[in-house]
Nanobody
Framework: VQLQASGGGLVQTGGSLRLSCAAS????????TGWFRRAPGKEREFVAA?????YYRDSVKGRFFISSDSAKNTFYLQMNDLKPEDTAVYYC?????????????????????WGQGTQVTVSS
């Protein structure tokens, strides 16, 4: 399975973007979908995940929302009220499995499939 991320771009502070990730039925409907990001000079960090529930890093709660469309085998990250500190390359990630341990969703190594990354730049 090759994940395909799209939807990044340049937006002003306070603006919105929706990222998309084409995946597979198994990942979207029965497994785990996630988004991570890597800002310049920083390590990759967890952003959001969905499986048995939806999970978000604290800094994006209430602004970012993860969702999916099983008919299209695609999942999304709706990003609202964007801030300059959200600037990063965003990666979609997926796995056929779902977990009962919540902390697993925050760990990149729990995801077998990864997209190529899409740049999000928020100007101040």
């Amino acid at each position: 399975v090759q994940l395909q991320a799209s939807g990044g771009g340049l937006v002003q502070t306070g603006g919105s973007l929706r990222l998309s990730c084409a995946a597979s039925y198994q990942i979207v409907s029965r497994g785990t979908t996630g988004w991570f990001r890597r800002a310049p000079g920083k390590e990759r960090e967890f952003v959001a995940a969905s499986s048995r529930g939806s999970y978000y890093r604290d800094s994006v709660k209430g602004r970012f929302f993860i969702s999916s469309d099983s008919a299209k085998n695609t999942f999304y990250l709706q990003m609202n009220d964007l801030k300059p500190e959200d600037t990063a390359v965003y990666y979609c990630a997926g796995d056929d499995r779902s977990y009962s341990t919540r902390s697993y969703y925050y760990q990149g190594e729990r995801y077998y499939y990864w997209g190529q990354g899409t740049q999000v730049t928020v100007s101040s």
